[in-house]
């Protein structure tokens, strides 16, 4: 793609394909390290965290640098491209003349928080493979949420990543003293506390107190700005 | 200009990663990275998918 010949559009797509697996390989890395008997010795640490970066860069590439983008118009000298109309009623990008700061920082609390959660997951699948499920899910959306937050910063994109966050704190408030609600083998059992279990909440923390500034520091157009 | 650029670097990158893993053979390099004859294809094939 990069020496060859075709177009624009064919090399994005297999930058962004190729970004995908790299991602996923990453994520499957922590939780069978030895990918069900393909790699003997199994993924270190050293490569999830390195497949899961080569994924994220893909991706944050073929996405930010889309042909026809306004990026790319500029990288290959063409034309400016056509301001979009925007309708009132599909508003919701925040992105356009706003500075990004915040986005960037949110996102990277956001891939800081899945990687911490990564990072637990083997020892809370060997508890119960509903625990490490979870990690693996939660873990794989704040991956996940980071291309998505950056391409298309959008309130409901914005309000999602409040709400899915505030979703993880409000469940791990409880766990150190009445334990985990309902599921699994500990169920009513207060967990411990140690550096690893604080870890990822201070981060959801802080990931929604700055999608909260993002998205309620702009007046909404129609005048129904969210009261924060 | 980015794209083929990043594309360009990335592939190549894995292309070497690839042919230095087949001559390492297998084990974890400086025990930190794993090195496994599937691992050095899949690097071989994307390596050359990216360039």
């Known amino acids: 793609m990069g020496f060859g010949r075709t177009d624009l559009a064919t090399a994005r797509n297999v930058v962004l394909a190729l970004g995908v697996i790299y991602l996923v390989i990453g ?10 008997g ?33 990026t790319a118009a500029r990288s290959y000298g063409g034309p400016p491209s056509k301001p979009r ?6 508003l919701g990008s925040l992105a356009a003349g706003r500075p990004k700061p915040i986005l960037y920082a949110a996102a990277a609390l956001s891939l800081v928080a899945a990687l911490i959660h990564l990072w637990v997951m083997p020892e809370h699948f060997q508890e119960w493979w509903g625990y490490g499920s979870f990690f693996l899910v939660a873990a794989s959306a704040q991956v996940l949420y980071v291309p998505l937050l950056l391409r298309w910063p959008t309130r409901t994109v914005l309000l999602l990543g409040i709400a899915g966050n505030l979703a993880i704190v409000v469940l791990y ?19 411990r506390v140690g550096s ?4 990822p909440r201070p981060l959801s923390w802080a990931s929604v107190l700055r999608w909260v500034r993002r998205c309620c520091g702009r007046p909404h157009p129609r005048g129904s700005a969210l009261s924060c | 200009m980015v794209l083929r650029r990043y594309a360009q ?34 690097h071989l094939l994307t390596g050359g998918l990216y360039s």
């Open chain 1, 27 to 36: 994520i499957l890395g922590f939780v069978v390290p030895m990918v069900f």
């Open chain 1, 196 to 199: 690893q279990m604080c870890a």
């Open chain 1, 85 to 90: 109309e925007v309708k009132p009623a599909t």
């Open chain 1, 173 to 191: 408030l409880p766990t150190p003293m009445v334990g985990i609600p309902f599921f699994g083998p500990e169920a009513g059992e207060g967990e």
């Open chain 1, 38 to 70: 393909l790699i003997p010795h199994g993924y270190t640490i050293f490569d999830d965290l390195l497949h899961l970066a080569l994924g994220v860069l893909s991706l944050a590439v073929a996405l930010f640098y889309a042909p026809g983008g306004a």
């Open chain 2, 9 to 42: 670097i990335i592939g190549v990158v894995l292309i070497l990663v690839g042919i230095v893993g087949l001559v390492l053979g297998d084990q974890v390099w400086l025990g930190i990275l794993n090195v496994d004859i599937v691992e050095d294809i899949a």
